[in-house]
């Protein structure tokens, strides 16, 4: 596999994304004005690139601006020629248009810096952050470095699996471990500082799930344990049949243990998490299964108080494996 970064001509993988609180709807590309604060005042910009569900009504920064929002207010410009200068040097031309680069070295910042930023701008800048490494990710191929706050990762392309809040990929210096990058929203970072604090929960319950090796206390970032198996979303349509033993003996798997986690959920509602199938690996043994939670990140929003498995097995998983292939996931 080459070490040398090499350019590929394709789309980001968050161009298209399903709604991280929903689940349900797919985000739309909107404009709308944005307000920032900036050394005490509050500075609205009219026209902001967002993300939007139109079934739930979330809304987010797309996290393509963000790096605009850094050059015009992180810096305290005395004169116009600085701002111009700055804008200059990010390469920005014409109406804030960015020049296309060739090769970027990825990496994401120090966290001391991160601190320091007011909290309009650190969110802006960890946008900004995730968006360049996964555009920069999605631009290379075979093996390509990158910089964790003074550490280096080398991560190996292609992505390895995707869901609403992140990317995962698997990196030479650890075999047994992979590396999920947040996708450029607040609520996905928020996502994953959160699936760090509550995997212990899960594990106390007796739910398998990946132990977190290290993580960005920001979430922009998660090294966590390598799971055997393969996500349900993607060995769905290969069990054959339903009469068929494999389909009969993975279908009981998940019965037994998406049952197991309703149940947990009732117990401890804020212990919800998404039972979507890309979000439960399926191990098979023999003649046997088990399962395994790879995200435990929250899902505030999900109803389980009238669950049925019959519908989620045949009318729900089907619903999300059309979604993830629309958006890219699979």
């Known amino acids: 596999m080459s070490t040398s970064p090499v350019r590929r001509p394709v789309d980001s993988t968050y161009s298209l ?16 004005p944005h307000d920032v604060e ?29 790096r605009l929002f850094d050059v015009l207010f992180a810096p305290q410009y ?16 014409g109406m804030f248009l960015r020049e296309e680069e060739e090769d970027s070295v990825l990496g994401f910042g120090s966290r001391s810096y991160v601190k320091s930023l007011a909290g309009d ?39 390895i699996g995707e869901g609403e809040n992140g ?8 075999p047994g471990a992979v590396f999920k990058v947040a996708k450029p929203r607040a609520y996905s970072r928020g996502h994953l500082v959160k699936e760090c604090e509550v995997t212990a929960f899960f594990a106390r319950h007796l739910i398998p799930v990946p132990a977190i090796v290290d ?27 339903p009469h068929s033993e494999r ?32 979000n439960i690996f399926v191990l098979e043994e023999g003649s046997s299964a ?12 999900h109803d389980y108080s009238r669950f049925d498995f019959d519908e989620y097995w045949d009318v729900v998983i089907p619903q999300k494996i059309e979604r993830y292939r629309a958006v890219g996931y699979i």
């Open 17 to 32: 994304d399903v709604c991280p609180r929903c689940e349900e709807g797919i985000l739309a590309h909107i404009q709308a």
């Open 167 to 174: 990317v995962v990929y698997d990196f030479a210096e650890d």
């Open 121 to 159: 701008l650190r969110e802006l800048y960890l946008d900004n952050e995730s968006s360049h490494i996964l555009q920069g990710l999605d631009r290379h191929e075979g093996s390509v470095p990158v910089d964790v706050a003074g550490r280096r990762y080398t991560i190996k392309l292609p992505k």
């Open 290 to 301: 088990r399962c395994l939670l790879v995200d435990t990140g929250p899902a505030p929003t």
């Open 38 to 66: 900036v050394a005490g005042s509050s500075i609205r910009i009219a026209k902001v690139q967002m993300e939007e569900c139109r079934r739930c009504g979330y809304r987010a920064l797309s996290g393509r601006e963000a």
């Open 215 to 241: 993580y960005d206390a920001y979430g922009n970032w998660v090294v966590k344990e390598r799971l055997e198996g393969a996500s349900l979303a993607v060995i769905y349509d290969s069990l054959g049949p």
């Open 247 to 278: 389909h009969r003996t993975v279908r009981a798997a998940v019965r037994e243990f998406v049952l197991r986690l309703v149940e947990l959920f009732g117990r401890f509602p804020e212990s919800k998490t998404s039972v979507s199938p890309n």
């Open 78 to 93: 005395e004169r116009i020629g600085d701002l111009i200068a700055a804008l200059r040097s990010a390469r920005y031309v």
